[in-house]
């Protein structure tokens, strides 16, 4: 497998897996040398972003981590989605607030890059490559959310004695702005007589300004700020594609790569959380024997957690390679992001969580880092949509797959399983297909029931989606990794066998939860009895042989007491 060559749906090529290693490096290089531990527990107790950092990191002289999001025809270096997800995991495991500025002159830049005249692209998308400029994205207000078409700001035509339009006049607040003190520019989305438009508004137009940063929970070095707009004028040439109206289109465009960064953001976060609680269980003596040796420990606060975000990667992967293959055209990705972001964010989120209970009391303290990546990595789950507007997103289009199919969507994905599990019976297909067989009964037993008339309900079944389609993608992942065709560009901290056993572990997980959770909320919402429900649950169970094997297998690679990392 390889997704060096064929474009994303944003131009793209993707950069060959030497540059994309070498860009890795330098970036390592780079913030481990400009923020250092202390520096960084500094800013994070001052609430203070820093902006050299910020600033030099997108500077083409020093770093120039913005021009592989940039496409080659506007001096950028053509990076693709699978390059922005390996670079964004970097970026977070250094810290989140940091990775989130440097990340939101890409957003900010979005609009231009898939809806912008080619005028537009060059002015502001060179200004990225070749300056270093820093965007903002000016999308969510304080009473839409993540409602953009419920906005309120304005964009008002000013025209000529002619007729011609050649300004607008804006008038609106928006609310958590990332960069939205120190941004050079800002794309704000306003309505327009023609509908929702995206606008550049450069940082000292007059009747443009920020209010004080937010003092927030966590990525406390990143700058958060709420913008004002009061009769704020920009030329006609500020509407971005010059045409009226587009502004939602352009915005749907890109959820699915967007989304996948931040889904990075959620796995590199879970991942630092994760090894520093490895370092600590080999240090820390409980009993006469390091906690690194103690069942009741790894297979609680470690192993699990190490599975999840694994599979959250091999999701991600796929859908990073899709989108590099054009596949993301028109938002056709859009449900893949959401659950990319949803599982990985929601592991991240989890491993930082059990980095601090693994640390005891020590956890709890600000020196040892993990209660500031836990402050940190929560944000992923609520910026860029929320995971309760992912649920929605998955379930609104698996539910109509299921309807289109009459109820072989799943069915069919199950049998491809089965059919892998005989060519690869180690990787866990076999498991996973029984989740998808369970996952199309549920659904169908909402059909017959009509029960996705109750939300909690449809959102729910957008959870038990995304732990199904996560244990597909991962065993099709190990076994690729085991027949040595692996993405070239993924990285290679464990090797076929270890992604095999943490592929058996995640099917089994997923497999349980759906024959579990799926029957609690079909019999808990139907409004009579007797709602159909067939499920493997026999087979399921029985499939949870071998759990405890797999999971001293995986502790033993990530404690390297075997030869399972390479």
């Known amino acids: 497998m390889t997704s060096d060559s064929t474009p994303h749906g944003f131009g793209g090529k993707g950069l060959d897996a030497g540059d994309l290693v070498l860009m890795l490096e330098a970036l390592e290089d780079f913030t481990a040398d400009a923020l250092t531990v202390d520096l960084q527990l500094q800013l994070d107790h001052e609430d203070t972003c820093p902006e050299d950092i910020v600033r030099a990191m997108s500077d083409p002289e020093t770093l120039g981590v913005q021009m592989v999001f940039i496409p080659e025809a506007y001096g950028g270096m053509d990076g693709g989605a699978f390059d922005s997800y390996r670079i964004c995991e970097v970026m977070a495991r250094r810290d989140i607030g940091l990775a989130t500025a440097v990340f939101a002159t890409f957003l900010g830049s979005d609009p231009i890059l898939v809806g912008g005249t080619e005028n537009q692209k060059k002015g502001w998308l060179g200004a990225i490559a070749e300056e270093g400029t820093v965007f903002a994205y000016g999308a969510t207000e304080p009473e839409a959310g993540s409602d953009l078409g419920a906005m309120t700001t304005t964009a008002r035509p000013v025209t000529d004695e002619s007729g011609v339009v050649t300004a607008y006049v804006l008038n609106g607040r928006k609310q958590w702005i990332s960069n939205g003190s120190i941004a050079d520019f800002t794309t704000i989305l306003a309505a327009t007589p023609s509908g929702p438009s995206w606008f550049v508004v450069p940082k000292d137009t007059p009747g443009f300004s920020a209010a004080p940063p937010e003092d927030k929970h966590g990525i406390r070095l990143s700058n958060t700020a709420g913008l004002f707009l009061d009769d704020v004028e920009v030329p006609a040439d500020h509407l971005v594609g010059g045409v009226e109206g587009r502004g939602l289109v352009q915005a749907q465009q890109v959820f699915g790569y ?22 600590y269980s080999q240090q820390r003596v409980q009993g006469g024997t390091p906690l690194s ?13 190490a599975v999840r975000l694994e599979a959250a990667r091999a999701f991600m992967e796929e859908t990073a390679d899709r989108l590099d293959r054009g596949e993301g055209a028109d938002g056709a990705m859009n449900t893949e992001g959401a659950i990319a972001k949803f599982v990985a964010t929601e592991a991240g989120n989890a491993a930082a969580d059990a980095a601090i209970q693994a640390h005891g009391g020590y956890g709890y303290t600000r020196p040892y880092l993990v209660e500031k990546i836990k402050r940190d990595v929560r944000i992923t789950t609520i910026y860029e949509g929320t ?57 169908e037993a909402c059909r017959v029931g009509r029960l996705t008339r109750n939300q909690h309900v449809l959102f729910r079944l957008g959870e038990l989606v995304s732990w199904a389609e996560t244990a597909e993608a991962f065993a099709r992942q190990a076994a690729a990794a085991l027949g040595g065709e692996r993405f070239a560009k993924s990285p290679k901290r464990f090797d076929g066998a270890a992604l095999a056993a943490m592929s058996r572990i995640y ?18 919402a139907a409004d009579v009895a007797g709602v159909p429900l067939d499920l493997p649950a026999p087979a399921i169970a029985a499939a949870q042989a071998g759990l405890l094997a797999d999971l001293d297998t995986v502790a033993d690679v990530l404690y390297d007491r075997q030869g399972g990392a390479s």
């Open 387 to 443: 995971s309760e507007i992912m649920e929605m997103t998955i379930a609104r289009d698996r539910w109509q797959q299921h309807l289109k199919t009459r109820g072989q969507y799943y069915l069919d994905r199950a049998r491809a399983l089965t059919m892998l599990h005989a060519t690869r019976p180690d990787v866990g297909a076999g498991i996973a297909a029984l989740a998808m067989q369970a996952l199309a009964a549920v659904l």
């Open 258 to 279: 967007t989304r996948l960064m931040v889904a990075a953001f959620g796995l590199g976060g879970g991942w630092e959380a994760l090894d520093r609680a490895i370092e």
């Open 293 to 305: 040796e103690k069942q009741g420990f790894t297979h609680k606060l470690v192993v699990p957690h």
């Open 507 to 524: 099917a089994r997980e997923a497999a349980q939860k759906v024959a579990l959770d799926g029957p609690r909320y079909v019999v808990g």
